[in-house]
């Protein structure tokens, strides 16, 4: 018996290493260049698991963008319930645009493979849609639900900023634009 065979009988973490491959495959090269066979490599599993695991590429793309979307909500909406004051939360959302959401090119560059997928397949939209959900419940901790729906586009603007400007992102625009929606709040 061959050590790959050996090994995925006792294996019980390929399933996430595929997820996990899939999100870096797609951070390297885009949705439209993944495939089974470089999210197999990538993950170092044989090319069968692709199919022993998922029904195909959707479904696997599905469950790839589904975990990445929840652990940039999860984060998210711990930094925002540690907040306990007004001061905080302003503090917080400051801190989760300029250094936590989307902290790493990779992350910046999957936030936009999703969006871009969801604007054109519903099912990723729903996607996303649960996620932009999550964030305004998040923020409505501290805000009103308007204020939350102009600070959650303001945090996904400037991050579309990041993600291409060519100049790094001064803080101090975020700090002044999140002053000026929260001034009324």
Known sequence: MTQERARGRRDPDRRERIIAACLDVIAASGVAGTSHRKVAAAAGVPLGSMTYYFSGMDE?????????ATSVSDEFEQAMAAARTPAEARAALIALITDTVFDSHRDLVLSHELYTLAAREPAYRDLTNAWMARSRAALERHFDP?????????????????ALDTEPQDPRTVIAAVDRILGGA
Do not use: K, P, Q, W
């Not at 696997?60 to 990445?68: I, N, S, V, W």
């Not at 996904?156 to 990041?162: A, F, K, N, V």
């Open 60 to 68: 696997l793309l599905r469950e790839a963008f589904a975990r990445f």
């Open 146 to 162: 308007a204020t939350a729906r102009m600070v959650d586009a303001l945090i996904e603007g400037l991050t579309i900023h990041r």
